[in-house]
């Protein structure tokens, strides 16, 4: 029966590039509804991309993460929820550490409802001023996505007890661990 399920289901893609992928893969991988996150890069001028060409900030290129999710059991506006609690939307070309135009915060939308949805959720946390600080998410149309190199995927998993998991990543899963408990697989 399951197959069936998964036969019908209607998957929709997220585009999001909150800081490191590795940190926002790690997150949407615990997520209930979520049927994949492949690391990727987008936003930029440079086809077919690699990560060395990424990390000098030439290209134009953010870190991103492309989920496909199941909109029936979790939707769009609760995948954006999820997001901007991982990462600080009111850092500007960074998360902590990790500096340069390729760690911006980014939703880049894959059709008109995702962007009108993603731009009245950025709206009210903007009157709301949930941060205190102005959020600087850009919202851009997503135009190509390039997949990263393999040992880009999975990361945490592999790689727990590296520092950077322990002390970047780790505590980004346990802040959206305990705020969406019920989300989680």
């Known amino acids: 029966m399951r197959f069936l399920r998964e036969y019908m289901v209607n998957y929709e893609l997220a585009t999001l590039g909150g800081g490191c992928f590795w940190c926002t893969e790690a997150v949407f ?23 060395k ?14 989920v496909t999710f199941d909109p029936e059991i979790i939707p769009y506006r609760e995948v954006l929820e999820i997001f901007f609690t991982m990462h600080d939307p009111t850092q500007l070309n960074r998360q902590g ?30 009157e709301t001023n949930i941060f205190n600080l102005p959020i600087v998410t850009k919202l851009e149309p997503l135009e190509e996505f390039y997949e990263a190199e393999d040992y880009h995927k999975n990361y945490y998993q592999r790689n727990k007890n590296q520092g950077y998991s322990r002390f ?18």
């Not at 991988?29 to 990560?51: D, R």
């Not at 060409?53 to 492309?66: N, P």
């Not at 911006?104 to 903007?126: D, G, L, N, P, W």
């Open 97 to 126: 550490a990790d500096v340069g135009t390729q760690y911006r915060s980014v939703v880049f939308y894959h059709s008109e409802e995702q962007r009108k949805t993603a731009e009245a959720f950025i709206s009210e946390m903007k």
């Open 53 to 66: 060409q990424i990390v000098t900030g030439t290209t134009g290129h953010a870190e991103v993460i492309q």
């Open 29 to 51: 991988l615990e997520i209930e509804g979520v049927e994949k996150v492949v690391p990727g890069y987008s936003g930029g001028h440079v086809k077919n991309p690699t990560y």
């Open 168 to 185: 970047v990543i780790a505590p980004k899963l346990d802040k959206v661990e305990k705020k969406f408990k019920e989300r989680l697989k």
